[in-house]
């Protein structure tokens, strides 16, 4: 019995960590630093502030829960070079089981002579990963005494490790362009995990994290001074793992003032295979907040009852410090 269970732990460990995902968002958008290196720095302002939150599951286990922050600074340097930095965290499971990734990320816009009202930045990220499971917090044969189930008796096995930490590099590229006052898109490819190192507890050599290639775009449209909607899709290939989101959202202005911005949003996606969303947010000065729901349609439906998960994105953009034009002070000549 012993054995079995070994080969039971071993066997869905090797399992999920062969086949592991990275962490990601509904809310893609919502979350630069996971979706594209080259997004660091992508934004109007001074300085940005990201916040993420997920919890799924909730009705079938113990919810994985997913956290992360974010911040980043456009021109950091004379040469124009953005810089940021995220971490992320997620824990799953009975055991436990914890992810935190801290990821330093630059990015340069690219001059293009023919296309000077275009944007192509490339992005390079490298991170940390810290990983760690808690073998107490599982339940074994050994420890029924009987009569009744002890936690205090030993468990009677002996595993290798209960963490691992690896570095990791991604790029991206991302390119944006604005065709007039009523429509522009963006389109962008990134590339993660391209040392693929080794993820296994039990100091398997095959057991490695994939690398993750993404495909994004979106397309904004300006039906008038209120209403504007933006087409958005993600592609997402990870070893076995494929996912395409394809929906997009409706945006209401109600002030268009740049920094005194106010509009509500709302829309829905459709993930192949998985799950549909719906999003609803709102943008207020330098704020965007967005909240979507997840309605599970996979396998797990009659354990999930269609049930996923709801996450949080919210996002504050520090305004640019206004420029001071120099005073030249002109004193008259007195003869």
């Known amino acids: 019995?012993?054995?079995r269970f070994l080969?039971?732990?071993l066997f869905i460990s090797c399992t999920i960590l062969s086949c592991a995902q990275d962490i990601h968002f509904s809310q893609f958008y919502q979350s630069p630093f996971s979706l594209n290196p080259a997004l660091t720095g992508q934004f109007d302002g001074d300085w940005r502030f990201v916040g993420n939150q997920r919890t799924q599951w909730r009705s079938v286990t113990v919810p994985y829960s997913t956290w992360g922050i974010a911040v980043d600074k456009p021109h950091l340097t004379k040469q124009d070079v953005n810089a940021g930095l995220s971490i992320f965290t997620d824990k799953a499971g009975d055991s436990q089981l914890t992810t935190t990734m801290i990821n330093g990320a630059v990015s340069k816009a690219l001059v293009l002579p023919n296309r000077p009202q275009d944007q192509l930045t490339v992005g390079l990220m490298l991170g940390l990963t810290l990983m760690s499971i808690d073998y107490s917090a599982l339940n074994y044969d050994n420890q029924w005494n009987g009569l009744f189930y002890d936690p205090s008796l030993s468990s009677g096995e002996s595993y290798s490790r209960d963490s691992r930490a690896y570095m990791n590099l991604h790029i991206g590229g991302?390119?944006?362009r604005v065709v007039?006052?009523?429509k522009s898109w963006t389109l962008g490819t990134s590339l993660f995990n391209l040392s693929a190192p080794k993820q296994s507890f039990f100091d398997e050599a095959f057991v490695r994290l994939d690398p993750r290639w993404v495909l994004h775009?979106?397309?904004q449209y300006k039906i008038d001074e209120q209403w504007t909607i933006e087409p958005m899709g993600l592609f997402m290939n990870q070893g076995k793992f494929r996912e395409f989101d394809l929906g997009g959202r409706v945006h209401y202005t109600i002030?268009?003032?740049s920094w005194a911005y106010e509009a509500l949003y709302a829309g829905a996606f459709a993930r192949t295979k998985d799950a549909g969303y719906l999003l609803a947010g709102i943008r207020y000065h330098q704020w965007d907040v967005g909240v979507s729901y997840d309605i599970n349609l996979s396998d797990l439906e009659p354990a999930s009852n269609n049930r996923g998960g709801l996450e949080f994105g919210v996002i504050y953009i520090i305004p640019p410090s206004p420029k001071i034009a120099p005073v030249r002070k002109v004193c008259p000549d007195y003869i």
């Open 7 to 9: 080969h039971i732990i």
């Open 217 to 219: 775009g979106s397309y």
């Open 180 to 182: 007039d006052d009523q």
């Open 1 to 3: 019995m012993r054995m």
């Open 174 to 176: 991302h390119y944006r």
């Open 255 to 257: 002030q268009p003032n």
